[in-house]
C-alpha cells in the first residue's frame, strides 16, 4: 500500500472506505492528506481476517489486547509482559489489503527500536498507527515505576510523531486532559479516548465517564478538524452511551465483559 501521503487521490473522495480530505499539517510544511474514517462502529481485532469480518469503520490490528479479557487487557498489555509486538509483526501480511486496519503498536518495547518497528510496518504496507496499547491509562505507584524504567507516554508521542514523519496517520490514544495537550500540540488524524482503567466502583466508572465526556467536549471545542472517537469499554455498560453521543464514532473491543471471569 503506497503512503497515505500522496498525489494521485482526489482531495475529497472515498477509497476502500476511507474518506480523504485535504487538512492543514501542523508539523509539517508541505499540505498532508487527512482521514476521516467511515462511521459505522470499529473494532479492536485479532487478526486482519477478524477485521474483514467486522465493519467498514477503523479496526485496532491489536491481537494481545483483542484475545484477552478486557478486564485485564488495558494494564496488562501495556506493560512489557507479553510480546504485544511479536503478535502484531505475525498478523501484518496482507494490512495493505485492509486500509481501514490501523496497526497497534506498544511503543515502549524494551526489546525492538521504533525505528525498526516502522520500518516492518512500512514495509508491510501499514497506513496508520495507534499507541494502543498504552501506558497512559496507568496510574499510581505502578505508572510511576514505569515512568522510572523509563517507560512513558512520551516516549509513544514520539514513536508516533516518527510515524507521521514516514506518511503514516496516527491515532493517539487520551484518557486525561495532560494528554490532550500533548497530543493536540503534536498533531494527529484520530484521537481515541479511554475511559481509563475498568477497575474500582460503580462510582469510579460514573465518575471517569463524565470525565470522559468532558475530555471529548474539550477536544471537539479545541480541535474540530481531528478524529474524535471513543473506546466504548464493555466493562463501563451503559455508563459510556451518552457520553458516545459526543464521538464521531466509537471503538468497541470482540469480547463482553459479562462473559469473562474477574481476575
Known amino acids: 500500500m503506497a503512503p497515505l501521503m500522496t498525489d494521485n487521490i482526489d482531495a475529497v473522495g472515498v477509497i476502500m472506505g476511507w474518506q480523504y480530505s485535504e487538512l492543514?499539517?501542523?508539523?509539517?510544511?508541505?499540505?498532508?492528506?487527512?482521514i476521516g474514517w467511515d462511521r459505522e462502529d470499529g473494532w479492536f481485532v485479532a487478526s486482519l481476517a477478524e477485521a474483514g469480518q467486522r465493519?467498514?469503520?477503523?479496526?485496532?490490528?491489536?491481537?494481545?489486547?483483542?484475545?484477552m479479557n478486557p478486564r485485564l487487557a488495558d494494564m496488562a498489555c501495556a506493560m512489557p509482559v507479553g510480546d504485544a509486538n511479536g503478535t502484531l509483526l505475525a498478523a501484518l501480511p496482507g494490512i495493505d489489503k485492509t486500509?481501514?486496519?490501523?496497526?497497534?503498536?506498544?511503543?515502549?518495547?524494551?526489546?525492538?527500536r521504533s525505528e525498526d518497528l516502522l520500518d516492518?510496518?512500512?514495509?508491510?504496507?501499514a497506513g496508520a498507527i495507534c499507541n494502543w496499547p498504552s501506558v497512559g491509562l496507568l496510574t499510581g505507584e505502578l505508572a510511576a515505576a514505569l515512568?522510572?524504567?523509563?517507560?512513558?507516554?512520551?516516549?509513544?508521542?514520539?514513536?508516533?510523531?516518527?510515524?507521521?514523519?514516514?506518511?503514516?496517520?496516527?491515532?493517539?490514544v487520551v484518557s486525561n486532559a495532560e494528554q490532550l495537550d500533548a497530543a493536540?500540540?503534536?498533531?494527529?488524524?484520530?484521537?481515541?479516548v479511554v475511559p481509563g482503567l475498568a477497575g474500582g466502583t460503580a462510582e469510579d466508572r460514573e465518575r471517569r465517564a463524565e470525565e470522559t465526556a468532558a475530555l471529548l467536549h474539550d477536544a471537539s471545542a479545541r480541535?474540530?478538524?481531528?478524529?474524535?472517537?471513543?473506546?466504548?469499554?464493555?466493562?463501563?455498560?451503559?455508563?459510556?452511551?451518552?457520553?458516545?453521543?459526543?464521538?464521531?464514532?466509537?471503538?468497541?473491543?470482540?469480547?463482553?465483559?459479562?462473559?469473562?471471569?474477574?481476575?
Not at 184 to 192: G, P
Open 223 to 263: 480541535a474540530a478538524g481531528v478524529e474524535r472517537w471513543l473506546y466504548l469499554h464493555p466493562v463501563y455498560g451503559s455508563t459510556l452511551l451518552a457520553v458516545a453521543a459526543q464521538a464521531q464514532g466509537v471503538i468497541r473491543h470482540p469480547l463482553t465483559a459479562s462473559t469473562q471471569p474477574r481476575p
Open 99 to 112: 486500509p481501514w486496519v490501523i496497526a497497534g503498536v506498544l511503543a515502549n518495547d524494551p526489546f525492538r
Open 24 to 34: 492543514p499539517d501542523m508539523t509539517h510544511d508541505v499540505p498532508r492528506t487527512g
Open 184 to 192: 493536540l500540540e503534536q498533531a494527529t488524524d484520530m484521537l481515541l
Open 147 to 172: 515512568i522510572h524504567s523509563g517507560f512513558t507516554y512520551a516516549s509513544e508521542l514520539t514513536m508516533l510523531k516518527q510515524a507521521r514523519e514516514r506518511g503514516l496517520a496516527t491515532v493517539t
Open 55 to 67: 465493519s467498514r469503520g477503523p479496526c485496532i490490528l491489536s491481537p494481545l489486547t483483542a484475545a
Open 120 to 125: 516492518a510496518l512500512c514495509k508491510a504496507g
